[in-house]
């Protein structure tokens, strides 16, 4: 964590090179937490929150490292879940991936794979369900998630509208074009569909001046930009057919770029490789950055910048 973006961008701006990164720091999870996906940070003082494979959300404060945070269902027995990565206990446990922060009322929104959309408060503990389907549809998998500081609206996606988590990963679903984006709009707590048959929607980021979203299909293997203003309002283009695409977040800032977390596959022997990609507003590939020195042929979730780091 300890490079700072300015140094990328200045010594490496080259366009679609691929390149190893300066400095390269791990904060440890605690034992028993695995596979957080993506992360939600304060806006001041580096702390942070994220979901694990067990069902719990931990929040990260230095210098006291991470301590439970919140869980998603009433139901949840930590002797029985906690420390678990058996994927048959998700709908027992449940499963946090999109996190974000609406600043202004310091709520945390949460979408979680068998919960459904969810709000918790500062002080942690049970979050409140908002929300579990739309338009009779019930939601079977959401994953990805942003909030609008300025109105408050959350986009989420359910990554599809037939399979839950589990099934997807055990029977290694590919066909399935299923998936939503979506809004909640919390003053009128309604919830609308705004795009269907996605493949595979993991991910979603609203732009600095809120006139778009993009919008990841990482089984598809491109990237959407959903118009939310203006005279495509309500349609979208495909700006990046890169290959799984998986959490995108906005570059701080003004500049209208985004860091998408994906996956390469290097020849002859189709070894994939885990990288972070800047990409323009139009999907223009801006900086592509190798993880595979530190975590091999290992997928990662999301490359986030903050506090002038990724
Ligand atoms: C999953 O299915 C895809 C497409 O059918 C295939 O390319 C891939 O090798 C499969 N992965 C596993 C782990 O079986
Ligand atoms: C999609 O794949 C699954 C598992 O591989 C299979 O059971 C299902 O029939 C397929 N569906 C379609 C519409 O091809
Ligand atoms: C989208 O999926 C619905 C079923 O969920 C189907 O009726 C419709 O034809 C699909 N639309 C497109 C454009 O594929
Ligand atoms: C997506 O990309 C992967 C890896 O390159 C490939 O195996 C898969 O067939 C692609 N899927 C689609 C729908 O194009």
Redesign the pocket.
């Known amino acids: 964590m300890a490079a700072t973006l300015s140094l990328f961008v200045f010594v490496f701006s080259l366009p679609r090179m691929v390149f190893s990164i300066p400095t390269f720091t791990k904060i440890l999870f605690p034992p028993k937490a695995f596979g957080g996906e993506s992360i939600a940070f304060e806006p001041v003082g580096g702390a942070f929150y994220t979901g694990v494979a067990d069902g719990r959300i931990l929040k990260y404060q230095a210098p006291d490292g991470f301590t439970d945070f919140a869980f998603t269902t009433p139901t949840r027995s930590k002797a029985v879940c906690d420390g678990t990565t058996n994927l048959d206990l998700g709908p027992i446990c449940r499963r946090t991936f999109g996190l974000a922060l609406h600043y202004a009322t310091r709520q945390l929104y949460i979408a979680d794979a068998y919960s459904g959309l969810l709000v918790v408060g500062p002080n942690g503990r049970l979050a409140t369900q908002l929300a579990t389907g739309a338009e009779g549809q019930a939601f079977h998998f959401l994953d990805g998630l942003d909030v609008d500081q300025g109105t408050g609206v959350v986009y989420f996606t359910d990554a599809s509208g037939v399979y839950d988590f589990r099934t997807i990963v055990k029977l290694n679903i590919t066909n399935d074009s299923t998936g939503r984006l979506l809004s909640y709009n919390p003053r009128s707590s309604q919830v609308t569909v705004l795009l269907r048959n996605l ?1 595979g929607p993991a991910g979603v980021a609203i732009s600095v001046d809120s006139s778009f979203l993009l919008v990841s299909e990482f ?3 491109r990237t959407l930009k959903y118009w939310l203003r203006g005279p495509r309002a309500n349609s979208f283009d495909i700006i990046n057919f890169q ?2 695409p998986h959490n995108i977040k906005r570059n701080p800032g003004l500049l209208q770029t985004f860091w998408e977390a994906a996956i390469i ?1 290097r020849q002859p022997a189709g070894t994939p490789v885990p990288i972070g990609q800047r990409i323009s507003a139009f999907g223009a590939v801006l900086d592509t950055i190798s993880f595979e020195a530190q975590y091999s042929t290992t997928p990662i979730s999301e490359v986030q910048p903050f506090g002038g780091a990724l």
Do not use: H, I, R, V
């Open positions: 493949t089984t598809g293997n290959a799984k596959t």
